[in-house]
């Protein structure tokens, strides 16, 4: 099918938010989610931050307290050595 004219492909036919460039089909359409979606992917993306964050916190004092239990340790050595 050879097209002339204004209409250089069939997609250039439909308004739907599709054009052709360099022969690729790009999209131009905006997303179709609207206000609820888009609060509720919102607020679940939050609570994994938040969730990260708890758990790395917890990470770090984890190695805090194993620090000091073995600087502890390292006290207690000397202490018993100078009987």
């Not at 790009?26 to 997303?31: A, C, L, T, V």
């Not at 607020?43 to 758990?55: H, L």
Request: hydrophobic share 35%; no cysteine.
């Amino acid at each position: 099918m050879i097209m002339h004219g204004k209409f250089k492909s069939i997609y250039s036919l439909m308004d739907d938010g599709l054009t052709v460039k360099d022969g690729r089909l790009i999209n131009n359409r905006p997303d179709g989610k609207n206000g609820i979606e888009k609060a509720a992917e919102l607020r679940k993306s939050i609570k994994r931050a938040e969730k990260i964050s708890m758990i790395s916190e917890g990470v770090a004092l984890g190695d805090m307290k194993a620090e000091m239990r073995e600087e502890g340790m390292g006290m207690m050595m000397t202490f018993k050595g100078r009987k």
